[in-house]
């Protein structure tokens, strides 16, 4: 058993609160390489932002959890080697789906977890949250839970014909879980593929796809239910064009991909919404960066060639969320 406060890092509850009453997101990164552990503590440094470093089952299952955990407390080490005295990194658990696999991340050194039972009955759901919590508390870890579940492309984006979450269960649903915070479905998903263009209308002047809007009447009906609880996105990246035409542009295939667009998660940042997930965007950034470096220069062959700009590319993008999107920057607790 090793505690995170050893290897230091902290848990999500300060910064939520935080977060809470200044109108901000804090960021949550899903990492998988080095490259982009390196970026993300790049750009949290540069720009004083507290963040979340996340890890997924599939990030668990290329990278291995062992390593993922040693890249953290690697990460904490590095932030202040770049300069910042007193970092806050978490290390998150995206998408647990076991009270077993929570357990086993909270023992090696995770500060906090998510238990995602958004696909369960809502008993089941509440039940294992509840061990969830019970045994991370012990252990001063933070857990987030799931209620509603997220839409897929094919899904409808109305709030009658989806699985958003209903506002009627969320005092009931956190009071009996006792979660720390609360991922919600408001028409987020995951993925460069997050509507279909027929589920779009197209902007006249830009000729572009205009993705329909997030459900905020739910999301402030949720607010009004639990004021001051944090409250999380996941499926938040926004597929930035630019990226998508690069890729297609060296040899890419990547039809109609399409994100949310980043006014309506800077709004929802000024909400309750206190947690924000972007994973795919960093995908799109560093698979451009790659793709246009081995297509301008067909002889490099050592990864570094390619990896270094692609780590830059990440790095812009996080500093990009952290200071356009979320509102993050400048929010350590002490410098
Ligand atoms: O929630 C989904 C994240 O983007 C992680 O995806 O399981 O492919 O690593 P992954
Ligand atoms: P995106 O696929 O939109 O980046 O969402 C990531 C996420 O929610 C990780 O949990
Ligand atoms: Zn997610």
Known sequence: MLSYKEIGLVNTNGMFARAVKGGYAVPAFNFNTMEQMQAIIMAAVETKSPVIMQVSKGARNY??????????????????????EHPEIALHLDHGDSFEICKSCIDMGFSSVMFDGSHLPIEENIAITKQVVEYA?????????????????????????????????????????????????????HGAYKFTPEQCTRDPKT????????????????????????????????????????????????????????????EAAKSAVCKINIDSDS?????????????????????????????????????????????????????
Do not use: W
């Not at 990278?63 to 910042?84: D, H």
């Not at 933070?142 to 209903?166: M, P, Q, R």
């Not at 451009?288 to 812009?316: C, H, S, V, W």
């Open 63 to 84: 990278a291995n959890a062992t390593i993922l955990r040693y890249m953290a407390e690697g990460a904490v080490a590095y932030a202040k080697e770049l300069g910042c």
């Open 137 to 189: 508390h012990q252990h001063d870890v933070s857990v987030e839970a799931e209620l509603g579940v997220l839409a897929g492309v094919e899904d409808e984006v109305s709030a009658a014909e989806s699985h958003y979450t209903k506002p009627e269960e969320v005092i009931f649903f956190t009071s009996q879980s006792g979660c720390d915070s609360l991922a919600i479905s408001i028409g987020t998903s």
């Open 207 to 266: 000729g572009l796809l205009v993705p329909p809007p997030l459900a905020f009447d739910i999301l402030h009906e949720i607010e009004e239910k639990l004021p001051g609880f944090p409250i999380v996105l996941h499926g938040s990246s926004s597929v930035p064009q630019e990226e998508v035409e690069t890729i297609n542009k060296f040899g890419g295939k990547l039809p109609d991909a399409i994100g949310i667009p980043e006014e309506q998660l800077r």
């Open 283 to 335: 995908r799109l950034a560093m698979t451009a960066a790659i793709r246009k470096t081995l297509g301008e220069n067909p002889g490099y062959f050592d990864p570094r060639q390619y990896l270094k700009p692609a780590r830059d590319a990440m790095k812009n993008l996080y500093v990009h969320k952290i200071v356009n999107v979320l509102g993050s920057n400048g929010k350590l607790a002490q410098c």
